[in-house]
């Protein structure tokens, strides 16, 4: 039928992951009790580009055109695509996380054949969040639902 759509693939994924951790555990024996306890502080990071149109997109057709050829190759020809799509370029997001983590547990050696081990860990596992402010994320705080349902991104209010 002709040329119909001249558009690229899209854009590649980038995408670098990495994590720096600090962790620590201590050990004390008293009597008939070994106790252990430990925390641990991970920061991980990724950046990662956005997923975004940016290369140019044409869509040629001899319908819904004025003043076209009548033609697609003809439409090409002369520059009149029905539809020209272009994103602005592709911004990398910093996204960021801190997990949190500590615990202390008891071996208790009751008799010389029983012993009882118990404990407790309390973990923070927050998910990232893009530091730069490019991140799409719903605050509610911000949320005013006097406003009705649709949102136009008018930060001034």
Excluded: C
């Excluded at 670098?16 to 106790?35: E, G, R």
């Excluded at 003809?74 to 960021?96: E, M, S, W």
């Excluded at 054949?113 to 969040?129: C, H, I, W």
Aim: without cysteine; glycine residues 10%.
């Amino acid at each position: 039928q002709g040329i119909a759509n001249l558009n690229a693939a899209g854009n590649p994924l980038f995408a670098h992951n990495s994590s720096i951790q600090i962790a620590d555990s201590l050990t004390k024996v008293l009597n008939t009790h070994a106790i252990k306890f430990g925390a641990s502080v991970e920061q991980a990071n990724k950046n990662q580009n956005f997923q975004n149109n940016e290369e140019a997109q044409f869509q040629i057709a001899s319908w819904g055109q004025p003043g076209a050829t009548g033609s697609t190759l003809g439409d090409l020809i002369t520059g009149r695509p029905v539809t020209a799509l272009q994103g602005t370029k592709t911004p990398n997001g910093t996204f960021r996380h801190y997990n949190i983590d500590g615990f202390v547990q008891d071996s208790w050696k009751i008799k010389p054949n029983f012993t009882l081990e118990y404990g407790v860990r309390v973990s923070k596992m927050p998910n990232n969040t893009e530091i730069n402010g490019l991140g799409g994320v719903f605050i509610p705080a911000n949320y005013d639902h006097s406003q009705g349902p649709f949102i136009n991104g008018d930060v001034r209010r």
